[in-house]
């Protein structure tokens, strides 16, 4: 009875911990481009967004990818061979979280960091932010985008599990 895992109650309360994971790590993400929208019309609010932008990220999206893996990982061990490494949704699962990882430390944290101190030094000068703030707000909009493609791309992997 390989599926015997999947209605296994240790099994349900690990599937919540990965699905909970997935909404608070890249549930919020998905708001964001409202946020710096209103940056233009709002320009001395930008700083803060941006500090609000950098707790969601150290409170939620690292702690939550962290939760995510370690409970795929769970998930894994408790199917029972239902699921195989080799699966593709699996595969597809394991890259994401670490492309996303790669892009959430090596990228959207330091061009948040980068356009924070751009957004303080452009309004200490005045009330307009500067064209280079524009260029790390392009920036983080591009790949924002494409993270938030990964996440629905991999939440569809996950939930239709194509190739089985």
Known sequence: MPFASIVDPGYKIV?????????LAFGPTF???FFFSVAPQYPRATPAILAGVQKIDKYL???GMVVLLLAGIGLLSASDGAWEASDV???VGFLAIVVLFGLQH?????QTRKAKELAERDLKAGDTLSSEFEA??????KVGKL???????TIFFMTY????
């Open 136 to 141: 790390v707000s392009q920036r983080l909009s």
């Open 61 to 63: 999206i690292t702690p």
């Open 106 to 110: 090596g990228f959207f944290q330091p």
């Open 31 to 33: 708001g964001y481009a």
């Open 15 to 23: 599937l919540f911990l990965h699905i909970l994971a997935v909404v």
């Open 147 to 153: 993270a938030g493609l990964v996440v629905v791309v």
């Open 89 to 91: 949704f699996v595969s």
């Open 161 to 164: 599990k194509p190739f089985l």
